[in-house]
């Protein structure tokens, strides 16, 4: 019996480590190696703060209406893909209204 009771404890010891560093990464604050990836590829929180005020409003949009969850850590595909989002917005008010879109794109 204490050899299952060691097994049992020494697994939930390695559960509650694994469920840290899994936290640690999902939250973004391990400032590792996954983190200078996402930068490299163009994702991250450092691209966040590139973004102009129509990509933080698509964000916002994502987040708030649309219940997408937390829009400041996102990876390069979603920020390639709100790039696009908003490039397509620029291009319809443009044919809309025969002017620039106000915000200008960074």
């Keep these: 019996m204490d050899f299952v009771n060691k097994l049992a404890g ?30 490299m590829a163009g994702g991250g929180p450092n691209s966040e703060k590139n973004e102009d005020a129509l990509d933080k409003g698509v964000d916002f949009v994502q987040e708030r209406v649309l219940g997408q969850g937390a829009q400041n850590n996102e990876n390069a595909v979603e920020q390639q ?13 443009k044919n809309a209204t025969g002017k620039e879109f106000p915000v200008a794109d960074k």
């Design 10 to 39: 020494q697994s939930n010891t390695q559960g509650s480590t694994n469920q840290a560093t899994t936290d640690q990464a999902t939250t973004g604050q391990s400032g590792g190696f996954m983190d200078k990836l996402h930068g």
């Design 81 to 93: 893909k709100d790039e696009f989002i908003s490039d397509q917005i620029r291009n319809q008010y």
